[in-house]
């Protein structure tokens, strides 16, 4: 099988002060098996604009030879900040 890089969102958390942290999963896949896996962490402050954030984290890994974030994952982080956010 062919070697396939993808960049996805592997976890969120939301802290008490109301900052957002996201780790991002650097994978590659030989088929639907990851044999490698490499993390990519970024913080947003509280109120911070998400969009910008990671915008700006893929504008970066794409420049050291990472594929996009996946569209997906994006919308899910985005739903999944805001949430809380309005829940506050």
Known sequence: MALTRKT???QIEI???GSTNIRFGLL???GDEEIQSNWHRTSVPAGGNVDTQ????ESHLEKMGHPA????DKTRA????AAVR???
């Not at 974030?69 to 997906?72: Q, R, S, V």
Request: proline share 0%; net charge neutral; glycine share 0%.
């Open 69 to 72: 974030i996946e569209t997906a």
């Open 78 to 81: 985005k739903a999944a900040i």
């Open 54 to 57: 990671i915008a700006a984290v």
């Open 8 to 10: 996805v969102i592997d």
């Open 28 to 30: 590659i896949l030989d």
């Open 15 to 17: 802290r008490r002060d």
């Open 86 to 88: 309005s829940s506050r």
